[in-house]
């Protein structure tokens, strides 16, 4: 017999299906307050990220893919946002109903001496299934398609590469359909959804979803987490 914890647990899975239905708009401040005073204060004052160089991807919810790439070792910081449409100015209720052509994204700023442009397309690929056309697990719509950004055609070129070679190893059962597409402009979202997983560890979408895929990368990319993270 389930034990009333478990319960809850299983329940709480089942009504917070999505990225989308696990927070309100952006006025609400409840679902972060709890644990805004663990926030280290540095974390809160603007960081001078200029010298680091940026990349960009999107797979699914935000807060699922900037904490996986702020794990991998030579990743300054994992910032996010909204990117790969046209409309100026998306908010987060725009875009997680599905109401612009936007998708919930990442810019990175990483060390390219302490890991390559490469190696954080190898991280994109191995944190999400990029198979499912216009979904990432529970999360539905092209909101959260899943696309490979390049600045550069040598970018480019490095992403197409890694999905022929994907391709031709049979790393997946089912074709790829990640998109490929140069970044024209990135909108950095509300101040609530940075760090979101970190600031909210007991947000049931964070630890039914999150969490569990946060650690499935770690445990199959030990070697490119940075030090103290297992």
Same mark, same amino acid.
């Given at each position: 017999?389930?034990?009333?914890?478990?319960?809850?647990?299983?329940?709480?899975?089942?009504?917070?299906?999505?990225?989308?239905?696990?927070?309100?708009?952006?006025?609400? +401040? $409840?679902?972060?307050? !709890?644990?805004?005073?663990?926030?280290? *204060? /540095?974390?809160? @004052?603007?960081?001078? %990220?200029? #010298?680091?160089?940026?990349?960009?991807?999107?797979?699914?919810?935000?807060?699922?893919?900037?904490?996986?790439?702020?794990?991998?070792?030579?990743?300054?910081?994992?910032?996010?946002?909204?990117?790969?449409?046209?409309?100026?100015?998306?908010?987060?209720?725009?875009?997680?109903?599905?109401? +612009? $052509?936007?998708?919930? !994204?990442?810019?990175?700023?990483?060390? *390219? /001496?302490?890991? @390559?442009?490469?190696? %954080?397309? #190898?991280?994109?690929?191995?944190?999400?299934?990029?198979?499912?056309?216009?979904?990432?697990?529970?999360?539905?719509?092209?909101?959260?398609?899943?696309?490979?950004?390049?600045?550069?055609?040598?970018?480019?070129?490095?992403?197409?590469?890694?999905?022929?070679?994907?391709?031709?190893?049979?790393?997946?059962?089912?074709?790829?359909?990640?998109?490929?597409?140069?970044?024209?402009?990135?909108?950095?979202?509300?101040?609530?959804?940075?760090?979101?997983?970190?600031?909210?560890?007991?947000?049931?979408?964070?630890?039914?979803?999150?969490?569990?895929?946060?650690?499935?990368?770690?445990?199959?990319?030990?070697?490119?987490?940075?030090?103290?993270?297992?």
């Amino acid at each position: 017999m389930k034990t009333l914890p478990a319960l809850l647990s299983i329940l709480s899975f089942f009504v917070i299906t999505s990225c989308q239905s696990a927070t309100k708009d952006k006025n609400d +401040t $409840s679902k972060n307050t !709890a644990n805004s005073e663990s926030i280290e *204060p /540095e974390k809160r @004052s603007p960081q001078d %990220l200029s #010298q680091y160089k940026t990349a960009y991807f999107a797979s699914g919810c935000f807060w699922c893919v900037e904490a996986v790439f702020e794990s991998v070792k030579g990743v300054k910081e994992a910032v996010s946002g909204y990117a790969g449409g046209t409309e100026k100015n998306p908010t987060y209720e725009q875009v997680s109903y599905g109401r +612009t $052509s936007h998708a919930e !994204a990442v810019m990175v700023y990483y060390d *390219p /001496e302490e890991v @390559s442009f490469g190696t %954080l397309v #190898q991280v994109f690929f191995g944190s999400h299934d990029p198979t499912t056309l216009n979904r990432q697990g529970p999360d539905k719509g092209a909101q959260y398609r899943s696309i490979a950004f390049y600045k550069t055609p040598e970018e480019r070129r490095i992403i197409q590469d890694y999905m022929i070679k994907l391709e031709e190893g049979n790393y997946f059962s089912r074709p790829i359909v990640t998109e490929v597409k140069e970044i024209k402009k990135f909108w950095e979202a509300e101040d609530y959804h940075q760090d979101y997983e970190r600031r909210n560890p007991d947000n049931p979408y964070v630890r039914n979803v999150s969490i569990p895929r946060l650690r499935k990368f770690q445990k199959k990319y030990p070697e490119l987490l940075k030090e103290g993270i297992h």
